[in-house]
């Protein structure tokens, strides 16, 4: 069963901290990682992904990958209140189409 | 009109009738999808559309019945639904599927709140 674990929440930070958001998946063939946001009544929406063991920056979001520990997570520094969402793991376990595995999402309360 | 459309944004129907969910992207994107996002659940993939050819289904039960007449719609035929299928309905496209290159990134549409009485 290819699975992917986030921690629910909710994660409460105060505005200006860093959020760290993290995520473990199960199958190490997997191939690709995304960061999607979801604001309550709104439907994902794309921030980060990721393919290479490392760091990837952009802007205030950092995503990491560790791939021998099947492990991603998303780092929002200086958070701001508007970056209160629920924030979903992606993997994408290969293969010849799209299978493309969703956590249950970790939701990121920012408070003035 | 850009990005991905959804339509009807709220249906609620009851457990005898049959309708219809529609999708369709503006994207030029090759692969389509069907997602279902329940409370206190991950999304889960129902339907893969490629080229207009499934190539997923996701173990649903057949009161479920896709439809895609080309590359640029897909629709979600509902019909005898039950309770528990109550759900947003999340279309979504992407310029291809798998593998490891950004092509299969998906496009989100704004999603179908389905009520089952």
């Known amino acids: 069963q290819k699975e992917v674990e986030q921690n629910s929440g909710p994660l409460s930070v105060p505005e200006g901290a860093i959020a760290s958001l993290n995520c473990t998946y199960s199958?190490?063939?997997?191939?690709?990682f995304f960061w999607y946001r979801q604001y309550s009544g709104k439907s994902p929406e794309l921030i980060m992904s990721?393919?290479?063991?490392g760091d990837k920056e952009d802007g205030r979001f950092t995503a990491q990958l560790n791939k021998a520990s099947q492990y991603v997570s998303l780092l929002i520094r200086d958070s701001q209140p508007s970056d209160s969402a629920t924030y979903l793991c992606?993997?994408?376990?290969?293969?010849?189409?799209?299978?493309?595995?969703f956590g249950k999402g970790t939701k990121l309360s920012v408070k003035p | 009109e850009t990005g991905v459309t959804q339509t009807p944004r709220h249906l609620v129907m009851g457990m005898t009738n049959k309708k219809s969910l529609k999708c369709e992207q503006h994207?030029?994107?090759?692969?389509m999808y069907w997602y279902k996002q329940s409370a206190k659940k991950p999304l889960e993939l129902m339907f893969v559309?490629?080229?207009?050819?499934?190539?997923e289904n996701n173990s649903v039960p057949s009161r479920f019945s896709p439809e895609c007449p080309n590359s640029s719609h897909l629709f979600l035929h509902l019909h005898t639904l039950q309770p528990e299928d109550s759900a947003l309905y999340l279309c979504?496209?992407?310029?291809?599927?798998?593998?490891?290159?950004?092509?299969?990134?998906?496009?989100f549409g704004a999603g179908s709140r389905l009520t089952v009485l």
């Open positions: 990721i393919y290479s063991n």
């Open positions: 559309y490629s080229l207009e050819e499934r190539v």
């Open positions: 992606a993997v994408n376990y290969g293969g010849s189409q799209g299978n493309l595995i």
């Open positions: 199958d190490r063939g997997s191939q690709s």
């Open positions: 994207l030029g994107h090759n692969a």
């Open positions: 979504a496209s992407s310029l291809g599927t798998g593998g490891r290159s950004g092509a299969n990134v998906l496009t």
